[in-house]
C-alpha cells in the first residue's frame, strides 16, 4: 500500500525533473531571504542562476551544524516570522541544541512523510498507534502524533517513560502499533515479560513497531520482532530537516526509501567533501526541497551510510538508505582503532544468551586506552553457571577481536543493573574527554 502512490512510484526521469525545479526554486528563495545563504553563495561564487537542475547541485557550498549553531536562533530561517506556526529543537545529543521553525506548509509536509512510512509498514485507519516517543521539543512524538493522524489512525498519545501506565493502556486500548525508540521498546518488551500478570501473545495486540532516532542493527530487529511478536520497521529522521519521516522502510524491510521529492539526499566523504561512486558509505548530506520555515542546503547530517538506487520490490522508486552506522562523532578511536557503538551492538546481539543491553566505557590509563563492555545475560541464564558464563564471556571477546579488530575487556553484568533509556539510549562513556 501507498500513502501517495503517484510520488512514491515515479519515474527517475520524472523525479529528477521535479527535484531540478525544486531545487531552483528554493535555491533562490533562500539566497533572496536569507543573509547567510546570500553570504556563502556570494563568497563560492555560486548564484541562483547557475542552478539549473540537480546535477548542478555540487556548485552550492555545504552546511553545517556548526553554521545552525552560529546563526542561532532565527538566522537561517527563510519565512517571515508571522507564518512560523510551530517550533522544534534538536535532543542536543551532541551539544547545544539546534531550533527548527516550520510553517503550515512544512508540518504538512512532514506529516505526509510520515503517513508515507506509516503506510508502507501496513498500518492504516484502523490502528491504534502508541506514540512513546517524548512530545514535546524533541520532533519524534508530535511527528508521529501527526503521521498517524494524517492516516486517520487513532494516537495513544502516551509520550515517553511511565512504563507500567504504558503497559496498562497498551493492553487495555489494545494499540497495534508502537513508536519508539528501538531501546525503550527493548525496555518495554523486558517488562512486559517481566510483568506477571501479562502474557505477550494473548494479552499485546501489537503488530508493527515504528523505531528510529538512534541507530539499531538487523540484529536488535530480530530481537524486538521476537520479543514482542511485531515486525519492527525504521524511521530516519532529524529536526534540522524535519523530523521522523525523511525516509522509511517499506514491507520489504531492505533499506529506507527516503522521500526524494522533498529531501534531495547526497552521499560524500566527510574528509574530501566530495561525492562517493554509488553505493559506498559516506556522510549523509540533505537539501531540503520544499521547507520555508528553515530550509537547509546541503546540510551535513554527520549521519554515515550508503544509499542504493536500484529498484526496490514494494515498487516504490525512491532511494533506499542503508541502516545508519552512527554519526561520525559517534566514532571511537579506541588504541588507534576505529569502533562504532552499533558494531559493537551487532556482534553482542549474534548471541541469543545477551537480553540486548550493553554499555561501552572508554578511559585512558597510563596512556594506554582502556576499553570495556558490560553487557547483561537474559535473566534465566543468571545463575550459578559460573564455567558457563566464563566460556561465553570468552566467546564474545574473540567475536569482538574478530569483528572490532580490539579486544575489549568484557563484563557479564547482573540482568537490569545497565541503565535503561527512555529515550535516546546513552550506550556510551568515554572518560577521555574529560
Ligand atoms: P540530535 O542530533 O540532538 O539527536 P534529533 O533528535 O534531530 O537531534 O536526532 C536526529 C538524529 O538521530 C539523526 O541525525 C541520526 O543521527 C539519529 N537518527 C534518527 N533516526 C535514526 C534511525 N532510524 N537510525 C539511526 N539513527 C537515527
Ligand atoms: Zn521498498
Known amino acids: 500500500m501507498y500513502y501517495n502512490e503517484e510520488i512514491e512510484t515515479m519515474s527517475r526521469e520524472e523525479l529528477h525533473r521535479l527535484q531540478s525545479e525544486r531545487l531552483v526554486r528554493i535555491v533562490k528563495y533562500t539566497y533572496d531571504n536569507v543573509e547567510f545563504y546570500r553570504k556563502r553563495m556570494d563568497e563560492h561564487h555560486v548564484a541562483p542562476s547557475d542552478i539549473k537542475s540537480v546535477d548542478d547541485i555540487s556548485k552550492l557550498p555545504f552546511m553545517t551544524k556548526q553554521d545552525l549553531r552560529d546563526y542561532y536562533p532565527y538566522g537561517t530561517f527563510a519565512a517571515p516570522a508571522e507564518s512560523i506556526v510551530r517550533f522544534h529543537a534538536s535532543s542536543g545529543t551532541t551539544g547545544k ?163 526524494e521529492d522533498m529531501f534531495y539526499p547526497e552521499i560524500i566523504d ?28 546541503r546540510y551535513r547530517t554527520r549521519d554515515l551510510t550508503y544509499l542504493d538506487y536500484s529498484r526496490c520490490k514494494c515498487g516504490r522508486t525512491m532511494v533506499r538508505m542503508g541502516k545508519i552506522l552512527g554519526r561520525s562523532d559517534d566514532m571511537l578511536i579506541v588504541r588507534g582503532v576505529n569502533v562504532f557503538p552499533s558494531t559493537v551492538e551487532s556482534v553482542i546481539m549474534e548471541f541469543p544468551e545477551f537480553n540486548g543491553q550493553y554499555f561501552i566505557t572508554v578511559d585512558r590509563v597510563n596512556s594506554t586506552d582502556t576499553f570495556d563492555v558490560d553487557v547483561e545475560l537474559r535473566p534465566e541464564l543468571y545463575n550459578g553457571n559460573m564455567s558457563g558464563i566464563l566460556k561465553l564471556k570468552d566467546a564474545l571477546t574473540w567475536r569482538m577481536v574478530s569483528v572490532l579488530g580490539i579486544k575489549p575487556a568484557v563484563h557479564i553484568a547482573e540482568p537490569g543493573s545497565i541503565e535503561r533509556s527512555m529515550g535516546k539510549a546513552k550506550h556510551v562513556m568515554d572518560k577521555r574527554k574529560f
Open 97 to 259: 541544541p539546534i531550533v527548527a521553525g516550520y510553517t503550515q506548509n512544512d508540518l504538512d509536509c512532514w506529516s505526509e512523510g510520515v503517513a508515507r512510512c506509516l503506510t508502507a509498514y501496513g498500518l492504516s485507519h484502523k490502528d491504534i498507534i502508541q506514540v512513546s516517543y517524548g512530545y514535546g521539543l524533541f520532533t519524534g512524538g508530535l511527528g508521529a502524533h501527526d503521521g498517524a493522524h494524517r492516516i486517520g489512525a487513532a494516537t495513544l498519545p502516551t509520550s515517553s517513560g511511565n512504563t507500567s501506565k504504558q503497559i496498562m493502556l497498551m493492553k487495555d486500548l489494545g494499540s497495534t502499533a508502537l513508536c519508539c525508540t528501538p531501546s525503550y521498546a527493548l525496555f518495554l518488551a523486558e517488562s512486559l515479560e517481566n510483568d506477571p500478570d501479562t502474557d505477550i501473545s494473548r494479552d499485546i495486540k501489537l503488530k508493527v513497531g515504528v523505531f528510529g532516532a538512534e541507530p539499531w542493527t538487523e540484529n536488535m530487529r530480530k530481537e524486538l520482532e521476537s520479543k514482542l511478536r511485531i515486525k519492527a520497521y525504521d524511521i530516519y529522521g532529524l529536526t534540522e530537516v524535519s523530523g521522523p519521516g525523511v525516509g522509511g522502510e517499506c514491507e520489504c524491510q531492505d533499506g529506507t526509501h527516503l522521500w
Open 270 to 297: 566527510p574528509v574530501s567533501l566530495q561525492p562517493v561512486p554509488h553505493g559506498n558509505r559516506g556522510e549523509l548530506v540533505f537539501t531540503t526541497l520544499l521547507k520555508e520555515g528553515m530550509p537547509v542546503i
